[in-house]
């Protein structure tokens, strides 16, 4: 059986359209598994979203900021909105986990 990898989220919860696209995406050979996520910038909307894709609520953060401190996932992927994108790629960077733009990045 083949390993999974794990894939943390942020954004593309509840009313997001983009978000079931990238999820939608990342199902397509089955080799993904979503763990975590910010799913929303409204921490409520965020866990619901979290318990409409059966995401653990322990792995469920209320900001992207919470999730890149406590999660180690080796697949993350950004689906907030493009005026979003900075800011979490920015923390995402000062944190040393690089996310380019429009890849999955797997640590080795």
Do not use: C, W
């Not at 322990?58 to 979003?84: C, F, G, I, V």
Request: hydrophobic share 35%; net charge positive; aromatic share 8%.
């Amino acid at each position: 059986m083949k390993h999974k990898l794990r894939m943390g989220m942020v954004g593309g919860g509840r009313g997001a359209f983009i978000g079931g696209v990238h999820r939608a995406a990342a199902n397509l050979d089955g080799q993904f598994e979503l763990v975590a996520g910010a799913f929303s910038s409204d921490p409520k909307k965020s866990k619901l979203s979290g318990k409409d894709f059966y995401v653990d609520p322990k792995r469920t953060y209320a900001s992207y900021q919470e999730m890149a401190e406590k999660e180690a996932a080796p697949t993350r992927k950004r689906a907030n909105r493009l005026r979003d994108h900075r800011g979490s790629k920015l923390f995402a960077l000062r944190s040393s986990q690089n996310l380019p733009r429009g890849r999955l990045q797997r640590d080795m």
